[in-house]
């Protein structure tokens, strides 16, 4: 398997980001990409987070991406996916998180609003 530049566009499947082997895309959002990847040394599902080359290029939005990983890491809450590292194997900041399945917030919130409960 061959690593793939984060800065290059859309991971494929089967690529290699550091020890993490891709395995699909979850969604996109204003600061990257997350992607389903395997973690062959704990053998384990994660996600990754990958940052879109405009971030990287912002000193300002890359500190704000590696303050947020940090206040993250340092919580410790059920409703809180798990910080597990950062990588910057593919060239570019990567979060590697607890995998959480589900729906999405969108796909939920599109089922009419959420309970207060």
Request: net charge negative; aromatic share 4%; no cysteine.
């Amino acid at each position: 398997m061959s690593e793939t530049s984060a800065t290059s566009g859309a991971l494929k499947n089967g690529a290699s980001l550091g020890s993490y082997t891709i395995i699909g895309r979850l969604g996109s959002g204003g600061m990257g990409e997350v992607y389903r990847a395997h973690d062959p040394k704990l053998e384990r599902d994660v996600a990754i987070k990958v940052l879109l080359p405009e971030v990287v290029a912002s000193a300002e939005r890359l500190a704000r991406f590696q303050r947020e990983a940090r206040v993250l890491a340092a919580l410790n809450h059920p409703r809180i996916a798990a910080i597990y590292g950062l990588d910057d194997s593919g060239g570019s900041p990567a979060l590697v998180m607890e995998l959480v399945e589900g729906p999405t917030l969108a796909d939920r919130l599109a089922g009419g609003p959420l309970a207060i409960d």
